[in-house]
C-alpha cells in the first residue's frame, strides 16, 4: 500500500515536473504572438514585427514595423510604407491604407514589383486636374480632398467618357493608375469618391492557409533553406505509436505510466491552447471585411421607360441637357433612360450602372420604385 501511494506522488511531482519544462522549452521553441498595441492586428508567422519577433519568426519581404503612434506597418519595396490594417491568416489576405490618410496621392506611385504581395483584381483611374472654377460647374463630381487646394482641385474616375468631358473644359490627365480591389466592379460606387478605402492584397508563397485553418503552427523547417511545415495540428485521440506504448508499458512500474500521461495531456493542453488562441485572433481581431451593395434588380431597371433624342434633343424636362452621372452633354440620337417617380433623364448605360448599386436618383436622391435595403 505505501509502495503504491509512493508511486503515485512520484507520478505527481513528474507530471508538475514535465509540464512546466514543456512549458518553458515550447515558449523558446515558438515564435510569440505580439501586436504593436491591443487594438492593432496579432502578428505571426509569415509575419513578424522587427525589435518585437526574431528574424527566424518571419518569412522574407513579410517584416512588419510599430511607427511612433503605434499602428503597424507594412513596407512594399517599391510603394514605401502602408498602414496594416487587418490579416486573414486563413484566406492568406491582409488590407492596408495610407498611414498620413492620403491614400490616392500613394496610388499614383503604387507598385508591387518586388514584393511578394499581389492583387486578384483591379480597375483603372484616371486621375485629373482642374481649376477650382471648372469643377464648381459640375458640383455632382467630388474633388480630392487631401490632393486638392483652394485653386485647384484633383479629381479621379474610372470613366473614359468623364475624362473626355473633363478634359473638354480644360482639366489634365495627371496619371492613369490600376487601384486593388476587393472584387471586379467594387469601385464602381465609389467613382465619384476620394479613393479612400482599404487596399486588398493577397499572397502565394509560403502557404500557411491550411497549416492555420486546421490549428496548427506554420514555421521554417530548417534554418537552410525557406522550406516551411505544419506542426502542432490537434489531433483526437492517441496515435498509433502512442497506443503502442501504452500496450508495452503494462507492467512497467506505476511511475512510468504516470510520466507518459503526464507528456501526452500536456502536449494535448498546448495543443489546444495554440489553436484556440489563433482561432479567437483570426476570428475577432481580424474580421472579414463586409461589402454591402444595395440597388435594384434588372427587371425593374428595364421597366422604366427609354427616349432616343432626336435633333431637337428635346426632353420631358428642358433644363436636363446634360447627363449629371458622366458630366456629358446629350447628343442626338443618343438613348436615355427616364427614373419615373422625378423624371429625371440619364444615359441609359450610365443610369442602369447606378442604379444596380444605388437604388436613389443620382439628382435628387428620390428612392425609385423597387428599391430594397438590405
Not at 480644360?170 to 469618391?193: A, E, L, R, W
Not at 492584397?201 to 503552427?217: A, F, I, K, M, R
Request: net charge neutral; with cysteine.
Amino acid at each position: 500500500m505505501k509502495q503504491d501511494m509512493g508511486s503515485s506522488q512520484l507520478s505527481f511531482f513528474l507530471f508538475i515536473f514535465f509540464c512546466y519544462n514543456v512549458t518553458i522549452t515550447t515558449a523558446n521553441q515558438i515564435c510569440p504572438i505580439s501586436a504593436c498595441n491591443a487594438t492593432e492586428p496579432a502578428i505571426w508567422f509569415p509575419f513578424r514585427i522587427k525589435d518585437l519577433q526574431p528574424e527566424t519568426c518571419g518569412y522574407p519581404g513579410f517584416d512588419l514595423t510599430c511607427n511612433n503612434m503605434n499602428l503597424t506597418v507594412l513596407n512594399i519595396t517599391s510603394s514605401g510604407g502602408f498602414r496594416l490594417q487587418r490579416i486573414n491568416y486563413f484566406s492568406q489576405e491582409l488590407y492596408i491604407t495610407d498611414p498620413d490618410g492620403c491614400l490616392p496621392k500613394r496610388l499614383l506611385s503604387f507598385n508591387l514589383t518586388g514584393s511578394p504581395f499581389r492583387s486578384e483584381s483591379s480597375q483603372t483611374f484616371t486621375f485629373m486636374g482642374c481649376l477650382n472654377q471648372q469643377v464648381l460647374s459640375h458640383p455632382s463630381y467630388k474633388p480630392i480632398g487631401c490632393m486638392s487646394n483652394s485653386t485647384y482641385d484633383v479629381l479621379a474616375t474610372p470613366s473614359a467618357r468623364t475624362v473626355k468631358t473633363m478634359s473638354s473644359i480644360g482639366c489634365h490627365v495627371i496619371g492613369t493608375v490600376d487601384v486593388p480591389t476587393p472584387s471586379q466592379g467594387y469601385y464602381s460606387q465609389f467613382s465619384f469618391s476620394e479613393l479612400n478605402v482599404d487596399l486588398k492584397l493577397t499572397w502565394d508563397v509560403p502557404q500557411c492557409g491550411n497549416c492555420e485553418h486546421n490549428g496548427g503552427s506554420c514555421g521554417f523547417k530548417n534554418n537552410s533553406n525557406l522550406e516551411v511545415q505544419c506542426v502542432d495540428v490537434p489531433r483526437q485521440g492517441l496515435s498509433k505509436g502512442k497506443n503502442y506504448a501504452v500496450s508495452i508499458g503494462v507492467g512497467v512500474p506505476a511511475f512510468l505510466c504516470g510520466i507518459g500521461i503526464a507528456w501526452f495531456l500536456c502536449r494535448r493542453v498546448k495543443r489546444t491552447r495554440n489553436h484556440n488562441s489563433r482561432a479567437l485572433h483570426a476570428s475577432t481581431i481580424n474580421p472579414q471585411p463586409t461589402v454591402v451593395v444595395v440597388g435594384l434588380d434588372g427587371p425593374t431597371i428595364e421597366s422604366y421607360p427609354k427616349t432616343v433624342l432626336g435633333e431637337s434633343r428635346r426632353l420631358p424636362q428642358p433644363n436636363d441637357n446634360t447627363c449629371t452621372i458622366c458630366l456629358s452633354e446629350y447628343q442626338p440620337k443618343e438613348t436615355l433612360r427616364t427614373i419615373p417617380e422625378c423624371q429625371h433623364s440619364f444615359h441609359v448605360d450610365c443610369i442602369d450602372e447606378w442604379l444596380r448599386i444605388n437604388a436613389t436618383c443620382p439628382l435628387c436622391r428620390t428612392s425609385p420604385t423597387g428599391a430594397h435595403s438590405p
